[in-house]
């Protein structure tokens, strides 16, 4: 059992930026992929970005390419992303995500964070 814990949230300007981070409790974090994802009210859960388990090979939604980076500490069992030129667009409920599998839906990730609100003002 992998347990995630979201920190970093926050009310931030346009064209702030901010990070969030995500602990896994368990040793077997150094052995899956981790997601990003987010959600508005109204919204499906939309991906944002992944990082393989060894941290070698990435991936980003066209809506965060350039502006966001997802990165992983296998040592501190932590995952990382990293929000620039924020927008207000980008408010949401953020999550991450833990898997075995490689890929973007929702349904191939096995462990969830809490969730955390973030909130860019115009």
């Known amino acids: 059992q992998v347990q995630l814990v979201q920190s970093g949230g926050a009310l931030v300007q346009a064209g702030g930026s901010l990070r969030l981070s995500c602990a896994a409790s368990?040793?077997?974090?150094?052995?899956?992929?981790m997601g990003w994802f987010r959600q508005s009210p109204g919204k499906e859960r939309e991906y944002l970005a992944r990082?393989?388990?060894?941290?070698?090979?990435?991936d980003y939604a066209d809506s965060v390419k350039g502006r966001f980076t997802i990165s992983r500490d296998n040592a501190k069992n932590t995952v990382y992303l990293q929000m620039n030129s924020l927008k207000a667009e980008d408010t949401a409920v953020y999550y991450c995500?833990?898997?075995?599998?490689?890929?973007?839906?929702?349904?191939?990730?096995?462990?969830w964070g809490q969730g955390t609100q973030v909130t860019v003002s115009s």
């Open positions: 990082i393989l388990w060894n941290g070698i090979s990435t």
């Open positions: 995500a833990a898997g075995r599998q490689w890929g973007t839906s929702t349904g191939l990730y096995d462990y």
């Open positions: 368990g040793r077997t974090f150094r052995n899956l992929n």
